[in-house]
């Protein structure tokens, strides 16, 4: 960010928590959003899927896991704590101003969503010929 700012290069593709104060000032300029769907702070600023780049989606997403074997009735109580959490006003206004949008799901709807994003990248990893090192 701060190359951007001082003009020592033209192009970031930041998280919308790191720029988006820089955004309010003036000091940069957003071209386009990655997700699915317009930013509730920015609705003014396209999607890159609205200027072409069909169905282009590249989200962060943040999730909460357990170990495998952890009993069901736990995850549910784990689940439900997080969604009512999610569901404060403070909570919602506290990640709104850091530039997320809360949306709390289902285990089963994160599991899809989850297995939907490997998918995806899998075939984008496979595609492209990069190579994993570890």
Do not use: C
């Not at 919308?16 to 820089?22: E, G, H, N």
């Not at 496979?126 to 994993?132: A, F, H, L, P, T």
Request: charged fraction near 20%.
């Amino acid at each position: 960010m701060i190359d951007l700012v001082a003009g020592h290069i033209e192009f970031s593709w930041p998280l919308l928590a790191i720029v988006q104060s820089f955004v309010e000032v003036g000091k940069v300029r957003l071209l386009g959003v990655a997700a699915l769907k317009r930013y509730p702070d920015f609705p003014s600023v396209p999607t890159i899927a609205e200027q072409g780049v069909s169905a282009f989606e590249a989200e962060t997403v943040y999730g909460v896991m357990t170990q495998a074997g952890t009993p069901r009735a736990i995850q549910e109580k784990l689940n439900a704590d997080v969604v009512k959490a999610l569901g404060a006003p403070d909570m919602r206004k506290k990640m709104q101003e850091q530039g997320m949008v809360p949306q709390p799901t289902t285990q089963e709807e994160f599991s899809r969503y989850l297995q939907k994003n490997i998918a995806k990248y899998t075939k984008v990893v496979k595609e492209s010929g990069i190579q994993v090192d570890f």
